[in-house]
């Protein structure tokens, strides 16, 4: 497992891709999953994830993928599971203080971050990890906050062209001349009288 964790990150460019349509397959499955019921496909799904980066990244499941922002390297394999870079402690050639054997992560991390198209993510100041989401799976959550991010912005879309019609009323000329009414509205008004 170490040793496929390594090649990941070596290889973080192509994974970095792969993750990114993961991510878009999952927000296109919104509907889906909001039909079913997400409740229904969480242990499922979270099943899949905890096979598929288990093997890859060593994911421990935090809930709260960070991996993207991390050089595809998990921080939570650190054993003092830091989020935001590396204790003071790491060794010379780049081995972790806890575990001499391993390579420290976040050494690991800026080395894949080096290799990824989104490089400067690393610098982003990564919020402390929500016990609660452990075990749950972030593919999930990733694809219902996203599909709502996406259903927000469209909707903020629909009301600005609606406000914008009505500021644009408000200063319409007074004498702007009618367009004629339509054939059979009149019609229908003589057949009334
Ligand atoms: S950051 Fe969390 S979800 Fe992502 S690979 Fe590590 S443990 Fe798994
Ligand atoms: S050396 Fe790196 S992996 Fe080891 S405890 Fe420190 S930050 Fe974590």
């Not at 799904?45 to 060593?58: M, N, P, Q, S």
């Not at 972030?138 to 909707?155: G, I, Q």
């Amino acid at each position: 497992m170490y040793r496929i964790r390594l090649f990941s990150v070596r290889h973080a460019r192509a994974f970095e891709w792969i993750y990114k349509r993961v991510e878009n397959m999952m927000v296109l499955m919104d509907p889906v999953f909001a039909k079913i019921g997400y409740n229904r496909v969480e242990k499922p799904i979270a099943l899949l994830e905890r096979g598929v980066k288990g093997l890859l990244f060593d994911c421990q499941m935090c809930g709260q993928c960070v991996l993207s922002s991390t050089g595809m390297s998990c921080p939570m394999n650190c054993p003092k599971q830091l989020r935001n870079g590396p204790c003071g402690g790491v060794r010379p050639g780049g081995y972790c203080e806890v575990k001499p054997q391993m390579k420290c992560v976040w050494c690991q991390a800026w080395e894949g971050a080096d290799r990824m198209r989104e490089n400067t993510r690393i610098h982003d100041v990564l919020p402390p990890v929500d016990r609660r989401l452990q075990g749950s799976s972030s593919w999930l959550r990733v694809s219902r906050e996203k599909a709502a991010e996406l259903r927000e912005s469209r909707n903020a879309g629909k009301t600005a062209v609606a406000k914008a019609f009505s500021e644009a009323r408000k200063i319409e000329p007074a004498t702007a001349p009618l367009v004629p009414e339509p054939k059979n509205a009149v019609d229908r008004e003589v057949r009334k009288t």
